[in-house]
DNA sequence: TTCCCGTGTATTGTCAGACAATATTGCTTT
DNA sequence: AAAGCAATATTGTCTGACAATACACGGGAA
């Protein structure tokens, strides 16, 4: 395999591989004309040719950029290399290049003008709470930062999250809650009870009935895809969770804030555990 | 004036004029070839000229289009006017229009697949946490509504923000904290104040120790913009909040978090009856 | 009939090349 | 030395073309 070869994978859906020529961090130029395409043996694909399907050029070209930025390749206030580099090294067109660049302005992540270039926007204009942004972020540091991050956010948000939610809910959001709850317990594998443990999670921070909160399910999707990925768990340890999830239910349905506010920092304090015992 | 004209104006930056050739709701086409540019009296600026400097094309195109889609115009699920559509409503290139797209995918107000056209996302996809969908989103419902939301959102966030402010900040952090303060109760104008007023608070969420905190300064930003654009205040209410101020400012200094935690509720609820009492 | 399969077609995706707008940089002139 | 002016580099915008895709429809076969 190519060794310059980098692997793209985010919410954006299918891997996508794109492939420098050359590694491009702050290059001086060299090139007298351009790398002359030169021996490629038959059989071996063009370097262009190496989009996969499902994922486009400009958003893989996005998220190969985003990464690099996140991961303070090119630290705020770096001027990127321009567009016309980007699409030589990358050997795709300007447009495609422009678009990707364009998805992450729209992320505040850079900001251009003519004659000057892109820059590389401060970190705290960072749009840190979009999808895509905290799927780079959570690669680039350890892990473990990551999700202690993550968590000490989670102990702010959910337990006033429920509380709304026991106060406000509706009965159909009730309908979607009590329903992820038990499709936890019957699940038969643990992918399986991860996402509808994700979607009991996301109902009720829909069911707080504050539009802004919703948003923030992009956390608890991210922290569960690490906690899923990074712990095993126990049976009895599964047991002991799935009982804490039925009281934050039933204290929801029969709407007592104060105790929905208590149940949902015990579970909090058991997922802690779990993340501490690793 | 012209009748059609539509004026956006957000965070990037200057007004822009947009106007569409008409209005482009769910539209069944009808033209034969297209509209035949026709009369145009001299002096009349013709509909492409309608640009103001300082703002791009497909920033205020993204704009336009966003507004529409938070304001409700193309419900979730709808699929929009194609590419070529838009390109001749608004008389700017396919390009143009492909950039601005992009960006409204960027914050998933959009997604799009060839030869389905784009369609816009269900509302728990959108990110409304990000700086300029909150600005569109703030425009579309009564303003009291966002107003309490935005304000919920605040007794949900800062306390707690505040809490590990006064256990991790740094002393440079406290500095800007504290300059911040200090120049709240110098402030000679309303908007100096509210300035010095904002950095107060964005300074507080950067000490809290938690990055995923500081992209929430956002809706404090928007919060401020609206109370200070929407209500009134008189002298004596301006001296109780700056005490209010002081008090947290003060038990961040000593690093008393729950003292810290208790003042922001107690400025929170003088904002809240601020705004109750408009 | 009913089902499967290819073929048409509308739409986004990608590319190439050109020119415009803009603000920095350095040079020239006073 | 200072101020204005020109050269220049970079993004912004437009045009036109072709590729990839997946739905819709019609035709053929079981």
Redesign the pocket.
Known sequence: MHPNRSLVLDSFGKPAFLKPMRDAKPDKEESPKKVAAAKRPDGVRRP?AA?I????????LASEIGLRIVRGDYPPGTI??????W?ETF??????V??A??MLMAKSLLA???????WVEPRERWNLLDRDVLAWYATSPDREVFLKTVQEFRHIIEPEATAFAAMRRTDEQMAEISQACREMGEATSLQERTRADTRFHLAILRASGNDLLVPLGVLIESAFDHLFTYTTRAVDDLNHAQKLHEAIEKNIRLQRPDAARAAVRKLLANTDHVIKSR
């Open positions: 262009d989009r399907p499902g994922a486009s050029v400009h958003t893989s990127l290399p321009n567009e016309a580099k699409s050997s795709v067109s300007r447009s495609a422009r678009e660049i364009k251009s003008r003519p004659k000057i270039g892109s």
